[in-house]
Nanobody, 121 residues
Framework: VQLVESGGGLVQPGGSLRLSCVASGFPFKDYHMTWYRQTSGKARELVAEIGSVHEGSSTHYYLDAGKGRFTISRDNAKNTVYLNMNSLKAEDTAVFCC????????????WGQGTQVTVSS
């Protein structure tokens, strides 16, 4: 199992980023995927989730601060889940990770390295 996040970086307030998470080692399209974020000194927060191909890739957003600004999507042909983030704010600064939401322990318990997003002028 491997989840490799990328796309983070330093961006000015009001800017945009597109995060990517490439999955391997399991049938990606069959699994519900999520994005989490972790700010220094705080617990991980669930940002958004997207259903499997069997769930019609339905989406749900958990972070009030991100609603309307963050969009989760997936490309099953590329085994990739995305998080588009617009109108970024300093408080969005965090490490963002993708994760399988439901499934066997070996999938659910796996965390990738994450990608650092820093919003600063």
């Amino acid at each position: 199992v491997q989840l490799v996040e990328s796309g983070g970086g330093l961006v000015q307030p009001g800017g945009s980023l597109r995060l990517s998470c490439v999955a391997s080692g399991f049938p990606f399209k069959d699994y519900h995927m999520t994005w989490y974020r972790q700010t220094s000194g705080k617990a991980r927060e669930l940002v958004a989730e997207i259903g499997s191909v069997h769930e019609g890739s339905s989406t749900h957003y958990y972070l009030d601060a991100g609603k309307g600004r963050f969009t989760i999507s997936r490309d099953n042909a590329k085994n990739t889940v995305y998080l588009n983030m617009n109108s970024l704010k300093a408080e969005d600064t965090a490490v963002f990770c993708c994760k399988v939401r439901r499934g066997p322990d070996y999938l659910v318990n796996y965390w990738g390295q994450g990608t650092q997003v820093t919003v600063s002028s």
